[in-house]
C-alpha cells in the first residue's frame, strides 16, 4: 500500500491531522515525533512556493507523516506542482460546480481515471523509488492509488449534490470545512444549530454510503474525539501557529502563577 492513510482506511482505523501553515522544516521535523498521522500543508492561506512546499513534504515523509497539500483552485499548476513534488493527497477548496470537481480528477489522476500530465519527479524518486521503476502503466496505477483526492465540502452548492461528489471515481474522500460550510449557510460558526449537524450528518452518510472516509476540521482535542466517536474517519485538529501559541502561552501563564 503506497498512501499509509489508504492502508488505515481499509483496516477500519481512525487518522488524526493537523494544518501546517508555518514555512519551517525544523517545526515539520518536531511533529514527526508527535504521533500525528499527517499534515495538510496549506498552500491556500499558508506562505508556500513550490520549493519550501516541496521540501516540506519530504520533511513530512522523513518523520513518518503523511503530507496532504492544500491547494488554491482547480488549475493545471497548482495540482501538478503537488502531486509531482510528492504530496499524498490533495485538499481542495471552495468547490461549487460538479465540472470543477471532474476536472479535478482529470488533473490529478492518470489514465484511464484522469488525464495528468507524465513525469517522473522529486516525489517518486526521479523514478528510482521501487513503485514508480516498473511499467509506465504500472507508474501511473501506483501514482493514482499514493495521491488521495479529497475536494473538500465548504459550500451550500457542494453540500447538495455531495451524494453525486462522492459517486465520481477517483474522488477518494470529502474534507468537510465546517466554517466556510456555516458562512455560506448563512450561519456561520454557529456548529450547534439543527440544520449545520444536519449538513455535515448527510455529508457523513454520503460518504459511508460510497464508502469513502470523510476528513472534518477541529478546534480542539474534544471536538475532534466528538466527531470521531460519531463515526469520522479523520480529524485535522487546529493549526501550527494556534498550538505553538496556546501551549507556549499556557506554561508561561503557570510559571508566572
Known sequence: MLNR?????????????????????????????????????????????TQPMSDLIKAAENGGITPLVRIADVTHKEIQRAVDNGAGGLIVPCLRDIE????????????????????????????????????????????????????QCETV????????????DGVDGIFIGPFDLSITMGIPAKFDKPEFKAAVGRILKACKDAGKPCFIFTNNAEESRRYLDAGFDAVANSIDSVVITEAYRSFVNKIRG
Not at 501546517?20 to 496549506?42: H, P, R
Not at 470543477?100 to 523514478?127: E, H, W
Open 157 to 168: 452548492e457542494c453540500l447538495e449534490s455531495i451524494e453525486e461528489v462522492v459517486a465520481i
Open 5 to 49: 492513510l489508504r492502508e488505515k482506511f481499509e483496516k477500519g482505523e481512525q487518522v488524526i491531522g493537523t494544518f501546517f501553515c508555518m514555512s519551517n522544516v525544523a517545526v515539520m521535523e518536531c511533529l514527526g515525533y508527535t504521533g500525528l498521522d499527517y499534515v495538510i500543508i496549506d498552500t491556500e492561506h499558508g506562505v508556500f512556493d
Open 100 to 151: 470543477d470537481i471532474k476536472k479535478l480528477v482529470d488533473l490529478a489522476k492518470f489514465a484511464p481515471i484522469g488525464n495528468r500530465g507524465f513525469i517522473k519527479s522529486r516525489g517518486c524518486g526521479f523514478g528510482n523509488e521501487p513503485w514508480a521503476a516498473g511499467t509506465l502503466e504500472e507508474y501511473m496505477a501506483n501514482s493514482n492509488e499514493k495521491v488521495l483526492v479529497l475536494p
